[in-house]
Each structure stands twice: as structure tokens, then as C-alpha cells.
């Protein structure tokens, strides 16, 4: 009785020294590594696309020098032709990626034409009022009346102080405006970007002077995309 007593005790015994053993191993990291968290995958970053080719103008009116509104580098041998619409929120846009575009390039300069779209009831008086401006005071007068519209907006009420703060006589150039003086002029600017195909604004062709080879880059692009048409020219 008493040896099976004793037995007992050993067996159970054992079990607790099995039990306390196995804990130790499992408080000092003994035993199988735990799984580990899964990585999250991490997906390479794409490739930045190079901006799609521009496609060919078509009859693309020559500059002149002697009458086109310029900007930058008269001699470059590119010109960025912009049809634009005093009134259109895309052109108040474009108007600094333009400027950039003749800053960064000196071989660019950057050549403004009308293109007021008829629903734009602003849009036809005040490029006619840049034109009666440019009269007065060439083309300083033109482009500082071109950037007071889009600083200040495009209300044709405020022509005559638009011309004074251009530096010429605003009531002047009120007058020119009401005489319809370069009425035909803008018309004929219009038509000569539809005949470049120009159908919106703003509508911008970038030409080689020298060769003649040009792009057309429709709205308000990044000026990356106006700097591929540079470079497909040179």
C-alpha cells in the first residue's frame, strides 16, 4: 500500500516538474519564434509620363513684328502665339505659364492675338480697348492694360481707368472703343486663329519662325507640355 502510495506521489510529481519546466522555457523566449506581422507590400512609384505630342498647326498667320503684341525676345526664333479671351478664366490662368514660358527660354517670345468668344459679353470691348491703349502707347501701354484685366478682372466699365492706370488717356481710349475703331481688327485676328486651328481659348500655336514647323497646344497646359513643343522645334 505503501509503495503504490509512493508511486502515485512520483507520477505526479513528475507532471509538476514537467509543467514548471516548460513555463521557464517559455518566460526566457525558449520554444518556437511566434509568427512574425505580415509587410505590407509597397508599390513602386510610377514613372512620371512625358507630355503627348502637340499636333501640327495648320495656316498659321507670320509674325509681325512691326504689329503683334510681343513679349520677351523679339529676335527668338519661336514664338508662342497665344488666341486668348479677356474674359476666360482659362486665359487668366495661362497668363503666368505663358510668361514663364519666355523667362525660362530666351529664345522664345510670346506673341498675343483676340480670340473673344461671343458669349463673353466683356471679352470683345476690352480687346478692342487694348488695341485703342496700344495706339496711344505701343505696346508698354498694351501689355500693362493685358495684365490689369486679368489682376483686376474683365469689366468693360472699367476701360478708362484701366487706360489711365496703363499709362495713357483712359477717356481716350473709351471714345476709340465706342467708334469701333479696331472692331474689324480684333474680327480679323479671330479669323486668323480659326484659320491656324484655333477653336477655344486659349489656343496656343508655338511656331518656328525660321522654318515655319509649329504645334498647337489647346488651354490652359502645364508649362511642361508648352516647353515639349519648344524643344520638338528647335
Known sequence: MADSNSNQWFGVSMVLVGVIAGYGVAMSGGG??????????????????APPAAPEAKDVKPVDLKRD??????????????YSDYECPFCGRHHPT?????DANDDVMWVYRHFPLGFHQNATPLAE???????????????KFT??????????ANIAQYGDESGVDG?????????????????DDMASGSAGGVSGTPGNIVLNI????????????????????????R
Open 32 to 49: 518556437a519564434p511566434a509568427p512574425s506581422a505580415p509587410t505590407a507590400a509597397v508599390a513602386p512609384s510610377p514613372t512620371p509620363s
Open 98 to 102: 505663358a510668361q514663364g514660358l519666355i
Open 210 to 233: 525660321k522654318t515655319g514647323d509649329s504645334r498647337l497646344v489647346s488651354g490652359a497646359q502645364p508649362l511642361a507640355s508648352f516647353q515639349a513643343a519648344v524643344d520638338a522645334l
Open 129 to 143: 480697348a487694348s488695341e485703342c491703349a496700344w495706339e496711344q502707347g505701343g505696346d508698354d501701354a498694351f501689355w
Open 147 to 156: 495684365d490689369l484685366i486679368f489682376e483686376k478682372g474683365a469689366d468693360a
Open 69 to 82: 503684341h510681343i513679349r520677351g525676345n523679339r529676335k527668338a526664333n519661336i514664338a508662342l502665339i497665344e
Open 171 to 187: 477717356a481716350k481710349v473709351q471714345d476709340c472703343v465706342d467708334a469701333g475703331t479696331y472692331a474689324q481688327y480684333v474680327q
